[in-house]
């Protein structure tokens, strides 16, 4: 079988990998990929974006499946027109994915179909944003509508700065059309956990669940990034809660896309924060997530290409997703500044790391006259396994050191709390 993956991040990486494993994977490519994908597969210089060109290289290979990383594609369109040429896609449609391509939309569904998530007003203008704003308490939560890379939240905790998040959005157009319309939402108070499906539009199969550290600094300060690491099992979700979120979001939302005629495929994302009143959604997205896929495949028994297969040929029934009892970890290692602006272009030295249990997972890598250069802000992601989530997480940050280069950041307090929490249930 030929494979095709789209995207350049550690997520891709790790999906990549875990198709290489597969014995029915004979010939892998990504689009663009990066340094590190360069070792498992071949990389193409296409961009994400330019699906038309994607298509046209996935249809002159004869490819048996793609499956696509990232939200631009899919909001794109990209699953649309491979559809259109009959080619074997794993992903949302353009439709589809506007759940999470507009937060408008998405608020709009939530509370159609009644789905839990947090009070929100929607704003077309500066004026609206801040007659809403009036009506809400400190801290307030602002939100573009459209894709901003993580970057179109923020979490006001008074008026100047809400204020001065508007200027930002209206005056300066600092989104551009992403920001046409925004949403001042209730602040959720709780902790955020990744919940996952695959599903065929009608069935569903579950993703073991992870926890992503979202915040750039330790103790979640700083603002919101891709995810600076994440952990599986996410511990802090019990099975009670998971049987809620099925039942209250995950079944209402998959069949509520249906009835809109807009059938999701693919991997549905709900990032959802446990608060005192039960789970609340704070976000749908329609892909996998980064840095949660790096330790969810570390975790899964399956044929992940059997997996892609059966769901893009609307199989679900033969998907059933296997997770090792081991656990996994991830701890992301940056560029200082990011998800500001940061260094690029710097040499990046990996030290022998002599554990068969870790994998570098790389994202903003790339390679120039024989040199591994960062390329962007998230550089490796370095994972782990073992058989508990201390011993993972050890690992991991044994093995962090021995990634260097100028600039190199990461957290150091991944899965810390979850480790506080679990002691803290069995009485330890
Ligand atoms: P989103 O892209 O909507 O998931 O927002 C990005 C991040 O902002 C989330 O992962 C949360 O950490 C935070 N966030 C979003 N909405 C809220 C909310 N209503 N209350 C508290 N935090 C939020
Ligand atoms: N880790 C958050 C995301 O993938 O959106």
Sequence with gaps: MRVLVVGQGAREHAIAWKLRKSPLVKEIYVAPGNAGIAKVADCVNIGVADIIEIADFA???????????????????????????????????????????????????????????????????????????????????????????????????SSKEADDYLRLIFDEKKFGNAANRILIEEFLEGEEVSFMVITDGKKFAPIAPAKDYKKAFDGDKGPNTGGMGAHSPAVILNGETAGEVVK??????????????????????????????????????????????????????DDL???FLNVARGNIEEVKLNWKKEASACVVVAVDGYPDEHMKGQEIAIDPINDPAIELFHAGTVKRGGKLLVNAGRVISVCSHAATLSEALAKAYQAVPKIRFEGARYRRDIGYRALEQRKQAVGE
């Design 59 to 157: 249809d002159k290979l004869k490819m048996d499946l793609t499956v696509v990383g990232p939200e631009l594609p899919l909001t794109l369109g990209i699953v649309d027109e491979f559809q259109k040429r009959e080619l074997p896609i794993f992903g949302p449609t353009r439709l589809a994915a506007e759940l999470e391509g507009s937060k408008v939309f998405s608020k709009e569904f939530m509370r159609k179909y009644e789905i839990p998530t947090a009070e929100s007003t929607i704003c077309n203008s500066a004026d609206e944003a801040k007659a809403a704003l009036k009506k809400t308490k400190y801290p307030a939560v602002i939100k573009v509508e459209g894709l901003a890379g993580g970057k179109g939240v923020v979490i006001a905790k």
């Design 248 to 301: 209250q979001i995950v079944i209402p939302a998959i069949q509520g896309m249906a009835e809109e005629g807009r059938t999701y495929t693919g991997c549905l994302y709900v990032g959802l924060m446990l608060t005192r009143k039960g789970p609340r959604v704070l976000e749908f997205n329609c892909r996998f997530g980064d840095p949660e896929t790096q330790v969810q495949m570390l975790r899964l028994d």
């Design 305 to 307: 290409a059997e997996v």
